[in-house]
């Protein structure tokens, strides 16, 4: 079975480390979020980021840092530094399309699926490689054959500044709170199934937030009532108060490589429901309402037991507040840091 890395902190006077990092036009929200939490912890390290176009040329650098894999092709610099031997290092945040194909995968799905397969014949050899759970770990061992020497189990964190449980004031002020389930829109996200079990749930009961950017809600049928639907997205600040606000979380996904908004709302003292399959049943376990994310009857019992048991609702949150807490960034880049100086500089480890 996989680990989470242990590697060694850098010693006295370690040189400093030039790390070229891809940087594209346009990337998604989770993967901007996770470069910029990483990102202000280096400076202590003494790590040096310098920005790299994804189709080279390649800076003078100790490593280069791909931190944005997972269903695109590689980059040609990716494939400038395994072709010259230089050090690389990549984060891969999951592999989907491969075992959960999708329509939102593109027309061009299937070459996408050959050329990255062809690519990972020769970089399992030579790239070393992040994931952010041994549910992805095992997944990238299974598809693309990566040596266990060369993969890497680094969780992400959770801003707990941002996302932290409500204060005093507002735990004491009149409210009706909601159920609230927060996703891009994504046939894997289970969207469907979360509006088809609350609509199987008796009335009285709590309404439906769910904040879906993306949403066909031109061509989808109308929500069930009782579902408060926005398409629009919100910033973090604004998540984070409606977590602190919500009565429960509701994120059963059919499949996650991680799931940070699962951290988020723990993070927030917010009580979770999430899937017991994938790494959600990874971050979640003992801190989270598991439930068969495939069975929608088994999602409204979820609900609905959360709903009814305020006692059971309290000790989600308390565990996973302590969950959450075992999750900060500082600890991400650490590890990030200290594997970057040993793929850089391996006869220092």
């Not at 993967?31 to 912890?41: D, G, R």
Request: glycine residues 6%; positive net charge.
């Amino acid at each position: 079975m996989l680990a989470h890395s242990h590697l060694p902190p850098a010693p006295a006077h370690e040189p400093p480390l030039r790390v070229a990092v891809i940087r594209r036009p346009a990337n998604p929200l989770s993967l901007a979020v996770f470069e910029a939490a990483l990102a202000p912890h280096w400076a202590n390290e003494g790590i040096t980021l310098l920005p790299c176009d994804e189709n080279g040329p390649l800076p003078p650098s100790d490593l280069l840092w791909e931190p944005g894999a997972g269903w695109r092709l590689t980059a040609p610099v990716v494939r400038k530094a395994w072709q010259t031997r230089h050090p690389l290092l990549v984060t891969l945040h999951g592999l989907r399309p491969f075992v959960l194909p999708s329509p939102q995968d593109g027309p061009q799905a299937d070459l996408v699926r050959q050329t990255l397969l062809a690519d990972w014949q020769h970089l399992r050899h030579h790239a070393h490689v992040v994931s952010p759970s041994a549910f992805g770990a095992q997944e990238v061992q299974t598809i693309y054959g990566v040596p266990a020497e060369h993969l890497h189990i680094i969780p992400h964190g959770v801003d707990t500044a941002l996302f932290h449980p409500p204060g005093l004031l507002q735990r004491l002020r009149p409210s009706r709170p909601a159920l609230l389930h927060i996703a891009t829109w994504q046939p894997v996200k289970n969207t469907d199934r979360v509006f088809a079990a609350y609509a199987s749930l008796p009335s009285p009961k709590p309404a439906l937030l769910a904040i879906v950017p993306g949403y066909p809600a031109a061509d989808a049928p109308p929500p069930p009532p009782g579902v408060q639907l926005s398409t629009a997205a919100r910033p973090a600040a604004e998540l984070a108060a409606l977590y602190r606000q919500a009565l429960a979380f509701i994120a059963p996904s059919l499949r996650e490589t991680f799931g940070m908004p699962l951290l988020e709302a723990m993070a927030s003292g917010c009580p979770v429901l999430t899937a017991n399959t994938s790494a959600c049943a990874e971050v979640g376990q003992g801190a989270a309402l598991l439930v068969d994310p495939a069975d929608t009857q088994a999602i409204a019992q979820g609900l609905h037991t959360l709903i009814t048991q305020a006692t059971l609702r309290r000790r989600l949150s308390r565990s996973g507040l302590h969950r959450a807490r075992a999750y900060p960034w500082a600890a991400s880049a650490q590890t990030y840091a200290a594997l970057m100086r040993c793929i850089a500089r391996p006869e220092r480890c």
